[in-house]
């Protein structure tokens, strides 16, 4: 099963911004949506950022205005840019693509954000 590759995160400052990648080694990337997910310490997974194929957008009330989702369909790519991160987002943030004709979603293996001082 194909699997989607992430990277980017780590342990910043409150504060600070990431960039997080996640590259999808799929034919038609374009016609996925892709979806980024981030599951805290004891907490529920959470839909965080939507970028459809057809390139509009959709954030999550808590991360409005701090982080954009945007993708390169040229490199089967989608990107992250968390800013002015807080302690609360701390997580690990999964890359996720969606195709409705496809029977199954992919999944990235996951990334590790830390925001502390």
């Known amino acids: 099963q194909v699997r989607l590759v992430e990277s980017g995160g780590g342990l910043v400052q409150p504060g600070g911004s990431l960039r997080l990648s996640c590259v999808a080694p799929?034919?038609?990337?374009?016609?996925?949506?892709v979806n980024w997910y981030r599951q805290a310490p004891e907490k529920q997974r959470e839909l965080v950022a939507t970028a459809s194929s057809d390139g509009s957008t959709n954030y999550a009330d808590s991360v409005k205005g701090r982080f954009t989702i945007s993708r390169d369909n040229a490199k089967d790519t989608a990107y992250f840019q968390l800013n002015s991160l807080k302690p609360e987002d701390t997580a690990v943030y999964y890359c996720?693509?969606?195709?409705?004709?496809?029977?199954?979603?992919?999944w990235g293996q996951g990334t590790q954000v830390t925001v502390s001082s």
């Open positions: 799929v034919a038609s990337f374009s016609l996925y949506t």
């Open positions: 996720n693509a969606h195709r409705s004709d496809r029977p199954y979603d992919l």
